[in-house]
């Protein structure tokens, strides 16, 4: 189907052993529920070997799945709903707890996380396979959501307002990146928004 064949493009990579290849999961905001984890290990234990990885992405990423077993690990994913594309693409987007769980979380990151993938899922869908961006967001300028290193990146922040209210902000940075061999980039601060404004601003 269509869809199986956007999801091989985007998620599974060629390994070094002929007919082996490695699947890459994206895992919305790195946050999974223990049922479905549970579910996910019968079938890395039915579908690959032994070296299977959590990645610095905070996605899953499969190793040694033959390449005639594909489709049927495609449609066991589906019914996990663990089938969507971009693994490491711009919709898979890293993201701290944020608010959520974090004492020191001043934005929701993992809210704004939702909202974006969701923008770009409907709106610029093409982007997924044809463009390597990067999007990461921290909660404060702490960074655990590895914003500094990303294409585009958010962290938390706070704007005072005329009438002396302070509300909740989004600095934005642009143009970080690694570059492999141990070197990286560091984005540059761009603007502060207003945090509803995140989505537009992306």
């Given amino acids: 189907t269509p869809a199986f064949e956007a999801w091989k493009k985007a998620n599974t990579f060629a390994q070094k052993q002929m007919g082996y290849v490695a699947v890459g999961l994206p895992i919305k905001t790195g946050d999974i529920a223990s049922d479905k984890a549970r579910k996910l290990a019968d079938l890395i234990e039915q579908f690959t070997r032994d070296d299977n990885r959590f990645s610095v992405g905070q996605s899953i990423l499969l190793r040694d799945v033959k390449e005639e077993h594909l489709l049927a690990l495609y449609r066991a994913l589906e019914k996990l ?74 962290h938390g922040s706070s704007l005072k307002a005329a009438d002396k209210r302070v509300l909740p902000a989004l600095q934005v940075l642009l143009g970080g990146a690694t570059l492999g061999n141990g070197e990286g980039k560091i984005a540059d601060k761009v603007i502060k928004v207003p945090s509803k404004r995140g989505p537009k601003v992306l």
């Fill in 81 to 154: 709903d663990l089938h969507r594309i971009g693994f490491h693409k711009i919709n898979d987007i890293v993201t701290c707890p944020g608010t959520d769980t974090c004492n020191l979380g001043i934005a929701s990151s993992m809210g704004l996380a939702d909202e974006l993938q969701k923008l770009i899922e409907t709106e610029f869908y093409s982007l997924i396979n044809t463009h390597d961006i990067q999007i990461k967001i921290s909660g404060c300028m702490n960074a655990c959501g590895q914003h500094s290193m990303a294409s585009i990146g958010f």
